[in-house]
Nanobody
Framework: VQLQASGGGLVQAGGSLRLSCVAT????????IGWFRQSPGKEREFVAA????????YYSDSVKGRFTISRDNVKNMVYLQMNNLKPEDTAVYYC???????????????????WGQGTQVTVSS
């Protein structure tokens, strides 16, 4: 399994970006794609997740209502649409995947087995 995240960049506060994650080698329908982020000096934190089985989505409180995770079935990609960006959203964003992740563990970093390389998002004030 390999993941490739892209779409990061520099944007002013209030602006938008769309991150993309392409995952290859996934089989079956029991996988979950998650987005995490890490700012300098901070631990990596959960942002959003999409469960293939049932299509449920999950968000951290800090991004709920501003970010949307979605999937393109044809292109086998997962997107993170980020609107109304704030300087505190500045971080390296990672996509990750794992199989048979239970709902209560969707927000746990340790639940994910495979990680992409990360893409930098910088929001200026």
């Amino acid at each position: 399994v390999q993941l490739q995240a892209s779409g990061g960049g520099l944007v002013q506060a209030g602006g938008s970006l769309r991150l993309s994650c392409v995952a290859t080698g996934l089989t079956g329908s029991g996988w979950t794609i998650g987005w995490f982020r890490q700012s300098p000096g901070k631990e990596r934190e959960f942002v959003a997740a999409y469960r293939r089985n049932g299509g449920a989505t999950y968000y951290s409180d800090s991004v709920k209502g501003r970010f949307t995770i979605s999937r393109d079935n044809v292109k086998n990609m997962v997107y993170l649409q980020m609107n109304n960006l704030k300087p505190e959203d500045t971080a390296v964003y990672y996509c990750a995947t794992g199989s048979r992740i239970i709902v209560s563990s969707v927000r746990r970093e340790a639940s994910y087995d495979y990680w992409g390389q990360g893409t930098q998002v910088t929001v200026s004030s």
